[in-house]
Antibody, heavy 117, light 109 residues
Framework: EVQLVESGGGLVQPGGSLRLSCAAS????????MSWVRQAPGKGLEWVST????????YYSDSVKGRFTISRDNSRNTLYLQMNTLRAEDTAVYYC??????????WGQGTLVTVSS | DIQMTQSPSTLSASVGDRVTITCRAS??????LAWYQQKPGKAPKLLIY???SLESGVPSRFSGSGSGTEFTLTISSLQPDDFATYYC???????????FGGGTKVEIK
């Protein structure tokens, strides 16, 4: 069974940084692209970023480009999201998801990031 | 970016009803459309991909159709477990961004 477990969320001040992790099990991790999707409180889903299985190709939404960096460690079956220069509008539950050609086939339970002073 | 517009935003229905949700893309996305179900406090769950392909384990009362810019999700006979929020998502191109519709909340009438 595929399991994705996010961690690293919490309260951070505007302008601060945070790194999220997503530990994967039950899959051949390096065979799959992985994505981050977020959901602001009471709002809809927003795609954030995707990384290829090898880690060689990355994509970002315009709203996070230049501030967030997606990466992965295939030896540790772990996906990361480094978030810098955080803003109040980045407050959301962040989900990692197994990505199959753009389709998010399996999701983690999410981790809450709150940006507030 | 490709914009995805879902309608209605809220839908009130009874158990046994046939329910249809529409998703419209701002430009053609061929058949690159997925549907997800989300219950309060839970992660989304994939229901349908490539417009009409049912994800493994998803009940056959769920179906999808459409192409180009107009798509629908149909629940043939609404069950108590189906009261949730549904999102469409286009995946035409990573380079131009992946986008979700605003969601449709299916409520008990």
């Amino acid at each position: 069974e595929v399991q994705l477990v996010e961690s690293g969320g919490g309260l951070v001040q505007p302008g601060g940084s945070l790194r999220l992790s997503c530990a994967a099990s039950g899959i051949t991790f390096s065979s799959y692209a992985m994505s981050w999707v977020r959901q602001a409180p009471g709002k809809g889903l927003e795609w954030v970023s995707t990384i290829s299985g090898s880690g060689g190709t990355t994509y970002y939404s315009d709203s996070v480009k230049g501030r967030f960096t997606i990466s992965r460690d295939n030896s540790r079956n772990t996906l990361y999201l480094q978030m810098n220069t955080l803003r109040a509008e980045d407050t959301a539950v962040y989900y990692c998801a197994k990505d199959q050609g753009g389709v998010k086939s399996t999701w983690g339970q999410g981790t809450l990031v709150t940006v507030s002073s | 970016d490709i914009q995805m517009t879902q309608s209605p935003s809220t839908l009130s229905a009874s158990v046994g009803d046939r329910v249809t949700i529409t998703c419209r893309a701002s430009q053609s996305i061929s058949s690159w459309l997925a549907w997800y179900q989300q219950k309060p406090g839970k992660a989304p769950k994939l229901l349908i991909y490539k417009t009409s392909s049912l994800e493994s384990g998803v009940p056959s009362r769920f179906s999808g159709s459409g192409s180009g810019t107009e798509f629908t999700l149909t629940i043939s006979s609404l069950q108590p477990d189906d009261f949730a929020t549904y999102y469409c998502q286009q995946y035409d191109s990573y380079s131009s961004g992946l986008t979700f519709g605003g969601g449709t909340k299916v409520e008990i009438k």
